[in-house]
């Protein structure tokens, strides 16, 4: 039996896409309550059903696609510029392909324009007109209307036409800062990625007896099952610890841990990996902002993540990216690296900023570990002393030096130095993580 959640987002899934939504249509079509179609339509925000506009609502997008991180839609373009929809509301989830200045003459647009790009233009209404008749959405800059028949051409041709008080080079760089965002999250991994989904995962109630676990146990070869109630919540967590020396006609929610761990879709794998080496789970639940089960990430799935992660291909560059890329081994045998102090690496005093240091300092750790085949770190505990400054284009010399290991930790110390000085020194406590 489908939840009123579930059935209203069928509702929606079932909607037109540009179709305009709103709590009191839903809760009035479908007979909930209010307060339950502003959770489901939240819920259906967070899946990439709907999107919010300013000034204009709240609508039905097409879903993309997670391997589409480059793009942009129209919707999102209107968001970074703080800007306004004059026309066009159907296209709002089309994806932007590229963007172009109209910075030319009339009879020059059509050889640069194309479907789906963006034509950033000002008060020119010949411009916006053509742009709309090859396909191409229009950003209006510095604050101008324009006329009711170019509104009208946009409505027809279902592509957007928008307008933004910023001046045109703000937004070309507004722009190309947030699609650089955007390849950098290309290499973030979350929850909604790797989880296996409720359809598909094996549960267990509040109601049910310890028997039910045996047969799951049995037909399925888990150990591990979250622990639902009538309303689809996550109240517990069942392993085979917990039954030892139970009665099979036991209930369930006598036995079962309560209060447990959960995370959601929007959680990134970094920080599940180290929520399951701290506390030592291998079954994390995953919920909605309601706590209502949406499926069950595992041990296995995250590191199969990692795994894959790490043969991504680099595309938007990190800080962290930028100060460890010009790392290389001086010694093999000893692991001694070197670096060299860019630009990007300084403060605005122009030497070694904190940040960078430590990053060099852990990533100079992971590398060792990772030499001694002792597998991927989560830090625990770090300690640094900074005791001169590093100028720019310094070469630095970095020694690493493992002084304790165990079968789930590692102690590590890191010495810095530059021109035969030593600049810092720190110790490192770290939990391990087998690869």
Known sequence: MTTKHEQIIEHIHSLNIGTKISVRQIAKKLQVSEGTAYRAIKGAQNQGLVSTVDRVGTIRIKQNKKDNFERLTFAEIINIVDGQVLGGNMGLDKTLNKFLIGAMQIDAIARYTEPDSLFIVGNRTDAQRLALNDGAAVLITGGFDTDASIKKLADEKEMPLMSTSFDTFTVSAMINRAIYDQLIKKEIVFVRDI?????????????????????????????????????????????????????????????????????????????????????????????????????????????????????????????????????????????????????????????????????????????????????????????????????????????????????????????????????????????????
């Not at 590191?303 to 894959?308: D, E, G, H, N, T």
């Not at 100060?323 to 690496?345: G, L």
């Open 195 to 435: 989880f296996t989904p409720k359809k598909q995962a094996y549960v267990l109630y509040t109601n049910n007896n310890l028997q039910k676990w045996y047969d799951l146990n049995t037909s399925s070869g888990h150990t591990r099952f979250p622990v639902l109630n009538s309303n689809m919540n996550v109240k517990g967590v069942v392993t085979s610890k917990d039954v030892i020396g139970k009665a099979s006609t036991a209930k369930i929610d006598k036995v079962m841990t309560k209060h447990p761990h959960v995370v959601q879709l929007k959680t990134s794998l970094a920080y599940v990996a180290h929520m399951m080496i701290w506390e030592g789970i291998e079954m994390v639940p995953v919920v909605d902002k309601s706590n209502e089960f949406q499926g069950l990430v595992s041990r296995n799935d995250v590191i199969k993540a990692l795994q894959q992660t790490q043969r991504q291909p680099q595309i938007g560059e990190t800080i962290e990216e930028i100060a460890t890329r010009s790392m290389e081994v001086v010694d093999s045998e000893t692991n001694v690296y070197k670096t060299k102090v860019t630009p990007q690496m300084t403060n605005q005093l122009g030497t070694l900023s904190n940040g960078v240091f430590t990053i060099l300092f852990m990533e100079a750790s992971k590398r060792l570990l990772l030499f001694m085949k002792k597998g991927d770190l989560v830090i625990e505990n770090i300690s640094i002393y900074f005791m001169k400054p590093v100028q720019i284009d310094s070469v630095l010399y970095i020694y690493p030096k493992l002084l304790e290991t165990g079968r789930i930790y590692a102690k590590i110390e890191v010495a810095i130095y530059t021109e035969g000085k030593m600049v810092g020194k720190g110790l490192l406590m770290a939990q391990l993580m087998d690869r």
